[in-house]
Each structure stands twice: as C-alpha cells, then as structure tokens.
C-alpha cells in the first residue's frame, strides 16, 4: 500500500521516527504537493505556502518536484505541449525568485520519473500523452536551471530508466510502492551523504 504523500511521506516518517530516537533530531517535512499540478500552479501557490511554515530562526529547506505535467503532450507529439521548454525555463526562475524570498536560496530540486509509454501515449484517463524523450529534456531543463543558480539536484530519471522500471508504474505514469520507496531513498540518500540536512 502507497502511503498517502508518497514517497515524501516516507521521509516524513523516517524523520519523524529519528526526532523519537533523539529529540535533537528536530526536523519536520510538509508536503504540499497538488496532483495533476504544473509549475504555472505552483508559481500561485509557492509564497503562500511557505510563509506560513518558515520562520527566520529556522535553516528551512525548500524541495521543488516539479515538471512531470508541465512535460505533459496534447493529443499527439505534434500538437503543442501543456507548457513550452522555454516558458517551463522561466517558470523554474520564478519558482527559485519566490523561494529564496523565504530560504535564502536553501532549494533543491528533485529530477523527473520516466514513464511506460505503452500506457501514456496517450494516456488513458485524458487526451494528453506523455514520452520518455520529451521528459528528459524537462528534466535537463531542470539540471541545467539548478547548475545555473549554484542549487543542488537530485536526478531520478537516468538511474530508474537504466533499470527494470516498468513494473513500478502500474498505470505507466505513477509509481507504486516500490517506486516511492527508491525515490525516497535516493533522497534520503543525497541528503544524508552530502550533510543537506544537520541536526
């Protein structure tokens, strides 16, 4: 069973659990994540978000996984996508302009997922598709974005798509259990082994 929040409640609870084993392990994650959500719509949200759960006291972090319905295809490969390379680029921009406000640039960015296009082109609950090679390059988007403003970035889509990755998205887009589980501890991983998160 995928736990509500996915993988990001995975590192909730792993959190949560070390702040039992020691209190001075103080960290809290929120996830404010919206489904079917594009970086036009966490542009709206993102200062809202933020200010209510940030305090000047506090070294918060914010984590952006953003871009797999950006990437999003109408119809057919031909037609125009949800959002164009070059305004996802700039949507990026505003997301860390607005961030920073708030971080003071303590951002990561976590890379896109790789689909099974056999069950995303088209997809089968709504007229858009989704494609391995359009999503690549919103992730690189992403890695270059975050290269760009010295942030770190956490790549996902080239360590599962150089595995048997098919299985953990049941519906081609999703991942199930077993894909939250390595995304979170990819992220765990990174965090841990590059001292993002001390206690």
């Not at 594009?38 to 952006?64: A, P």
């Amino acid at each position: 069973m995928i736990l509500p929040g996915g993988w990001v409640q995975y590192l909730r609870s792993y959190f949560d659990n070390e702040r039992v084993r020691d209190p001075k392990k103080d960290f809290s994650v929120y996830n404010q994540s919206v489904s079917g959500n594009t970086t036009f719509g966490l542009i709206d949200r993102v200062e809202t978000e933020t200010k209510y759960r940030t305090q000047e006291d506090q070294k918060d972090i914010i984590v952006f996984a953003i871009g797999i319905n950006d990437s999003a295809i109408r119809e057919s490969p031909q037609d125009k996508g949800r959002t164009s390379k070059e305004q996802f680029r700039h949507n990026l921009s505003s997301l860390i302009r607005k961030a920073t406000h708030y971080v003071d640039g303590r951002i990561i960015f976590i890379g896109l997922t790789p689909v099974d296009e056999t069950k995303t082109n088209p997809i089968s609950w709504n007229s858009v598709l989704y494609t391995n090679e359009r999503i690549r390059q919103f992730e690189n988007a992403i890695l270059e974005t975050a290269e760009e403003n010295k942030l770190p970035f956490i790549p996902i889509f080239e360590s599962l798509i150089n595995t048997n990755y098919k299985p953990m998205f049941p519906d081609g887009l999703h991942p199930d259990t077993k894909g939250h589980e390595l995304i979170f501890k990819t992220v765990k991983d990174y965090l841990e082994k590059n001292k993002v998160i001390e206690f």
